[in-house]
T-cell receptor
């Protein structure tokens, strides 16, 4: 069964304390791994798309990487405004639709 | 540029009532879709459309209808609301289904069925 699993469910960091969020996937014929940010009461906002193992994308304090089984979202020296839920999704499988994980709730304390 | 606009933002329905969740986009996107988001579960696809006049079912279509008469609008109809349909509903759009730059999501409709 095609599946995307994110860990941890929740993460609390101090401002400036770098860490990584994990997205494990078992999506047959992966045609893109997507990262979104979701603020409370808002819809998800697109961050990155990764297509092949070894690929990396960066945006400000965020860097996404992809292997054949996982994707990581590295957050370097986070600030309180980075607090949000981060969603991972893989496109592929029999339907070629996005399969979303349940997200990681990140809280960055000043 | 408004992006994707969803109305209403909040709604309470009684079991058995029907209603329509509205979604409109002003980006001339061909692909539009509806998702529901429930605690502890990832976003799940309800219905989608690859262009005006074309719709198809997603992962959880039962109890919902859609139509796409224009490029801009993609309403979601609840035929006979049930408590299991209590959820947050998101509409999303993109230039194409396999959009490499991700989908643009609306801000959601929080629906409670009592």
């Amino acid at each position: 069964e095609d599946q995307v699993t994110q860990s941890p469910e929740a993460l609390r960091l101090q401002e400036g304390e770098s860490s990584s969020l994990n997205c494990s996937y078992t999506v047959s014929g992966l045609r893109g791994l997507f990262w979104y940010r979701q603020d409370p009461g808002k819809g998800p906002e697109f961050l990155f798309t990764l297509y092949s193992a070894g690929e990396e994308k960066e945006k400000e304090r965020l860097k996404a990487t992809l292997t054949k089984k996982e994707s990581f979202l590295h957050i370097t020296a986070p600030k309180p405004e980075d607090s949000a839920t981060y969603l991972c999704a893989g496109r592929g499988g029999a339907t070629n639709k996005l399969i979303f994980g349940t997200g990681t709730l990140l809280a960055v304390q000043p | 540029n408004a992006g994707v606009t969803q109305t209403p933002k909040f709604q309470v329905l009684k079991t058995g009532q029907s209603m329509t969740l509205q979604c409109a986009q002003d980006m001339n996107h061909e692909y539009m879709s509806w998702y529901r988001q429930d605690p502890g579960m990832g976003l799940r696809l309800i219905h989608y459309s690859v262009g005006a006049g074309i719709t198809d079912q997603g992962e959880v279509p039962n109890g919902y209808n859609v139509s796409r008469s224009t490029t801009e609008d993609f309403p979601l109809r609840l035929l006979s609301a049930a408590p299991s349909q209590t959820s947050v509903y998101f509409c999303a759009s993109s230039r194409e289904a396999a959009e490499p730059y991700g989908y643009t999501f609306g801000s959601g409709t929080r629906l409670t069925v009592v």
